[in-house]
C-alpha cells in the first residue's frame, strides 16, 4: 500500500471545460490524496483562467481551480504524472498516447483505445485483475515508467456491467438483451438540444449500442497473464435518449448458464462488493450495487446519487419468459460512468504503487 | 355495405369524463357517422351538465357535448345501441356484459373482458377476423341481437401487435423481447404526479407487463371458427413510464420462423396495409404503419400524431446479435392505442352491418 | 383588392434551414396564394437539396420543398419578388436591404431593422396603417418599385402587443409591467441545450427585454402619413426561458389613463377583432384575441395552438393592487409570432396590392 | 443561550406522511439539537409503521424513524413539547391551535393562524423580533406554559421577503410587483398532475396570490411590543407554476422610498446577514442570501440547493424603467420555504430559552 499521507497528488484535467471534464473538477476539489493542479483544454480556451474558459454546469466552481490558467493539451507542458482525460474521441486517438509516452499515466473515458488489446478496460470491483495489462502495454509501446492508458467503459456499458457482474461470476451469462435509457448529460454540453429532449425520446444515440455490446465482453473477460479472454456472452442493445438530467436506467434479460431461483440471484446481487481492492478507497461507495426493494425502484431522478453517485442500484428482478431473469439497473452516467469511474481507477493503481509514489 | 348515408348514429360514451372518455369525445366530434348522443359516468358526476362533470383536458370541448346531461351508467337509461365505454377495471367487470345483454354494441377499452375466450381482441387491421366470435358470444352468454362485447388490447400491446403483425405474417415470430417507453396520458388524468414523472424514469406500470405478454399471442392469433388459436412465440416485456404527454415507444427484438435479410422485412412492413376492411373507413389512416427513413426516428413528441395518430410508425430496422432484427415502434396511446382503436371497431362493425342497421 | 386566383405566386424563404426557416416552409405548404419556388441558405447548405441541408424538426417536409436546390441568399439569384426571411440577425443587417434594393418585398423576423424609423413594425390586427410607411421607405431609400422590408416583432412583444392593444384603443395604456415565461423553440434549433431547459428556469434571454420595452412603444404608435409617433406608455419587461416546446405566456400588469371595471376591460379583450383589413385572409384566424373563462387557463402547451397558432389567448383578468389590471397572455411564438406573422403582412400587402400583382 | 449539549430534543411532526412531513424527517435525521420522537398523520395512517403509511419521495427514509408507529393527530398522545407541523389546512385551523394549549410549541406551515394578529410569521434573520408576540399570545389564549404558535410563510413569499429584506431596510421599499414561477413540490404529493405540468406553464395557484401580497407586509413589518406595526407597500403577485421540481424563482420589480445607485443595493445584498440570532444554528446556512455574479442565474434547478437549500439567490439586478430596480430571487420552496424555515425557528427559540429547556 503507498496511499499519500502527506501533500495531495497533483493531477492534470485534459478537455477540462467540457462536462466530463467539469465533473472530474468538481469531484476532485475535496479528494483527499488528489490535487487539480493543471487544466488543459482545446486551443479556444488556452491562456484563459479556467473560470472564464469554462461555462459552468452543476453546483460550485472551486476556486482554486477556477484561477488556473487554462493550457493547451500538449505533453511537453503539462507537468502532473496522473492525467485524467475528459478528451473528445476526435483528439484522444492521438493525445493519449502523446501524454502516456511523455511518462504520464492516462485515465481516459474517450472510445479510442478502450478495445486495443494492450490497455486496460477497468471498473475495478469488476476487473481489478485487467490492470496487469499495463506491465504489456508498456513494454509492446516502449513507453517510460509510470505512463499508460487505463481506460473506463461507455457509461451505459458501465452500468450493466455492474448489474451483471455477480451473475456472470455465480452463474455465467450467456445472453444479454439490454435497453437503455440513458440521460442528456451522457451527450456533454451543449449536447443534446432542448427541442430534441423535451417530452420526447430518442430512440437513437450515435454508435452507442456497439460500444455496449463490445465492452461488456472485455469488462467481464479474463486477464490471462497476457491478455484479456473475452467473456463468451452475446449481447444485444438498444439505446435510447430520454428527458432526464443524469442517470441510466437499463433494462436486462439475462440467460445463465447455471440458472438459479430469483431469489438465490438477488442474494447474489445484494451480497457483491467486488473486488477487495477498492475496499475503503476514497471514491469507492459503501457498497457497489444495491438492490432497491421497492417494486417502482430504482428511479433515474431518484436514486441516481446512490453512493454519492458511485452506487448502482438494481430492481425489479422477476422471472423472463424467454431467458431466465430480467431486471433493471441504474447508475450516476457522469459519475460512475465517466469521471468518477477513473477516479476510483486512479485510487486503485496509487494504492497498488503503480503510480504516484 | 352499410355506411350511414343520412342521419349519424346516436352512440353513448361510458366513463366519458375521464381521459380516454375525453379522447372519444374529441375523436367522435366530427365523426362523419357517430354522434354522441348519450355521456354516462359515475355516481358523482351524474345529473351534472357534461361541462361542468369533466375537467376538460385537450383542445376545446365540443358545444353539443358540453351541454348533455351526464348519465349514470345504467343500461336501463342509455338509449344508444352502440356503446364505447372508457370505464375504469373496477367497474367494467360488471358493466360492460349488462350494457351487452341489454342489446348494446359494447366498444371497450378495459382489460377486464379481453382475455375472454369469447371475446374479441381486435385490432382490424391486424384481425378482423377476430370479430367472427360475436356470433358465439351472443350464443353463449344468451344474450340479446346486437348486444355484444369488442376490446381492443392494452395501449402498449397495440403498438407492438401493429408492428409485429407484418412479420408473423410473413416471416413466423417465435420470440419477442419488448421495452416499452410509454407517455403519462397512458395511466389517465390525474394519473402520474408530475413529481414521479420530471427528470425520471419510472421502470414499472402496474399490471402493464403481463397485459402485454399475452395480449399479443391472442391478437396474433388465427380464428378458426370457433375460438381463436393462439400465436405459438412467447413474449417478454418490461414497461417503463417517461416524461412524454402523448405516445409509446417500443424497442422489440424479434426472432423469426423463417428469417429474411432486413430489407426483406422492412420491404414487409412498408407494403403493410392489413385486413382491406378498413380501407377507407373514417378512423382508418392512409397507411396503418409507416417505416421512418431517418435514422433517428421515429421519436415519442415528433411521429405520434402519424396519421391523426392512427398510425404506428417503426424504424432502426437492423440485425440484432441473439435474434433476428431489433427495431422500435411508436404509437399514439390514447387514440390508436384506446379511443381511436374503438372507433375503428366500430366503424368496421357497422360496414359489416353488425351494427347500425 | 388582389387576390390571386389563378396560380400562386412564387415565394422565397431566407434563412430557410433553421427553425424559423421552416415554420415558414411548414405554414405555406398549403398556402392558397403563396408557392414556396426558392429556398435560400448560408454558403454551407447551398447547392444541396433541400431534404439534405434541413435537419427537419417537426411534421412532414413537404416533398416538392424537399426537392429544391438551396441557393445562396444572393439578391442576384433570387426570383421572387415576395421574400420570408428569416436571417439571423448577423446578417440581416446587409441582406435584407440588398434584397429590398433589388425590387423584392422583404417581410423580415430579424430584429436589425424593426426600429429604423422608416420600417414598418407591423402586426396588421393591431396596425396595418404603419404600412403607409412603405412608400417613404422607398423614396428615402431609392429603391425600386415594390421593393422594401417590412418587419414583425419579437415574439415575445408580439404576444403583449396583441394582449395590450385593445385595452390601449379604449382606455389608454401608460404603464406595463410584463414578465415573460418563453418557450424554448424561442432560440431556434439547436438553441437552448436540454441541460439549461430540462427541470429550470432560466430568467435571462440575451437581448430580449430591451425588445419588449421599446417594440411595443412603436407597435401601438400612430403613423401620422410621415412616420411613426411611438405610444407614449413606459413598459417594463423581465424575459425567463422555460421547459416549454411553443408557446410565450406572459403576465401582464398595467396601468390606464382611463381606468374602468375588469367586466369593462375583459369586453374591450373579447370583442376585438383589429383592423377589418385582416379578415378573411388565409392566415387571419377566426379571432384574433380569445379570452379564456376557466380560471387556470390560458396555458402554454394548451393553449398554444389557438386558432392554428395565430390567435393570442387572455386569462385570469383581475384588478391590480398598483396599476389598474393585471392578466395574462400566451401567443405561439414561432407562428403568430414569428413565420406566421410576416404571412399574415404579406397577405395585407397582396390585398392591398401592394405586392403580387 | 441554552443550545442543547447532551441528548437530543424529543419532537413530533404533525401530517408526517405528505411531501413537507417527510421534509421535516429528512431534515432532522442527522439534526444535532432534535430528534423525530413521534410522526403523526391522518387516521388512515394511525397505527401503522410510518415506513409503509408514507409514500417516501426522496432520498433515503431513516431507519429509526421508518419504524416509528404513525400515530393520530391528537394532543392527548403526543408527548413532545415542540412540534412541526406539516398539516394541511383543512385541519390545521383547530388542530394546531388543540396542540398549544396542552403545551406544545408548535412550528406551523399551514395558512391559517398566520396572518391572526397575535401568532407570529417568521424568517429569523428578518424577522425573529416578531417572536416576542409569543407572550401575548400565551396571555390572550390562556395557553400553558410553553405553548404556542409559530408560522412561516407561504414558500414564495419567504423567498420573496428574504429578497426584499435588506432593500426595505436600507431603502424603504414602497411598491413591488412580483411574479412567481413555481417549483411543483409547492403542491405536495401527488399534487400536480403531470399532463398538467410537462411542457407547460400554469399561470394559477389557487389562493397564493392573496397570500404573497399579505405575508410580505407582516414579515416586513415591526413588532412594538404589543403588536405587529404591517410594512406599508403594496405588493401586486402573479403566480405561475412551472415544470420544475424544486425552487420558486421571483421576478421582482421593487419601488424605493430612498433610490439609491444599483450599485448600492447589490451591495446592501450580498453584504445583509439578518439577525445576529441565527448566527451559528444548525440550519443556518452561511449567508441567508447569496448575489449571483453571472447574468443568467440564479436559475432554478442549478442554485436551488445552495447553503443546503436554505440559502435564497438573488440575481440580474438592473433598472427598473418604471420603478427602481428589478431582480430575480430563488429559493428552496420545501426547505426554507417550508420543513427548513419551520426548523430554523424552533432552533431561536432553543437558543433563546422560550422551548427546550
Chains 1, 2, 3, 4 share one sequence.
Not at 184 to 193: E, K, L, T
Not at 259 to 278: C, F, H, M, Q
Not at 299 to 318: C, E, F, H, Y
Request: proline share 7%; net charge neutral.
Amino acid at each position: 500500500m503507498s496511499e499519500p499521507n502527506g501533500s495531495r497528488i497533483p493531477v492534470a484535467v485534459l478537455g477540462a471545460t467540457g462536462a466530463v471534464g467539469q465533473t472530474f473538477i468538481r469531484l476532485l476539489a475535496a479528494h483527499p490524496w488528489f490535487r487539480v493542479a493543471e487544466v488543459a483544454a482545446s486551443e479556444r480556451s488556452a491562456g484563459k483562467p479556467y473560470r472564464e474558459a469554462a461555462h459552468w454546469l452543476e453546483g460550485q466552481l472551486p476556486d482554486d481551480v477556477g484561477s488556473l490558467t487554462v493550457q493547451p493539451c500538449d505533453p511537453g507542458l503539462v507537468q502532473s504524472r496522473i492525467v485524467f482525460s475528459a478528451l473528445d474521441s476526435t483528439v484522444a486517438g492521438d493525445l493519449e498516447p502523446a501524454f502516456a509516452k511523455a511518462g504520464a499515466m492516462v485515465l481516459s473515458n474517450a472510445k479510442n483505445h478502450r478495445m486495443a488489446e494492450d490497455v486496460p478496460l477497468v471498473i475495478p470491483e469488476v476487473n481489478a485483475a485487467h490492470l496487469g495489462l499495463l506491465a504489456q502495454q508498456r513494454r509492446s509501446r516502449g513507453w517510460a515508467d509510470g505512463g499508460g492508458i487505463v481506460t473506463n467503459a461507455n457509461c451505459a456499458a458501465t452500468v450493466a456491467a455492474m448489474a451483471l457482474a455477480p451473475l456472470h461470476d455465480a452463474f455465467g451469462v450467456t445472453r444479454v438483451f439490454v435497453v437503455t435509457m440513458q440521460a442528456v448529460s451522457g451527450a456533454g454540453y451543449p449536447g443534446v438540444a432542448s427541442l430534441d429532449a423535451l417530452g420526447n425520446v430518442i430512440p437513437y444515440i450515435a454508435d452507442e449500442e456497439p460500444k455496449i455490446e463490445r465492452e461488456l465482453n472485455k469488462m467481464l473477460g479474463r486477464f490471462d497473464g497476457r491478455g484479456i479472454v473475452l467473456a463468451p456472452f452475446v449481447v444485444s442493445a438498444q439505446a435510447n435518449r430520454v428527458a432526464v438530467e443524469h442517470g441510466h436506467l437499463t433494462c436486462l434479460s439475462v440467460e445463465l448458464e447455471r440458472p438459479a431461483p430469483i431469489e438465490r440471484l438477488a442474494e447474489a446481487l445484494s451480497a457483491w462488493s467486488g473486488d477487495p481492492v477498492v475496499c475503503g478507497l476514497p471514491s469507492s461507495p459503501d457498497r457497489p450495487l444495491v438492490v432497491a426493494t421497492r417494486p417502482d425502484r430504482p428511479q433515474s431522478r431518484r436514486d441516481v446519487n446512490a453512493g454519492r453517485g458511485m452506487t448502482v442500484t438494481v430492481g425489479r428482478l422477476r422471472p423472463d419468459p424467454l431467458f431466465h431473469v430480467k431486471y433493471v439497473a441504474l447508475g450516476h452516467n457522469t459519475i460512475r460512468g465517466a469521471a468518477g469511474g477513473s477516479i476510483l481507477n486512479a485510487e486503485v493503481l496509487v494504492r497498488q504503487g503503480v503510480i504516484g509514489a
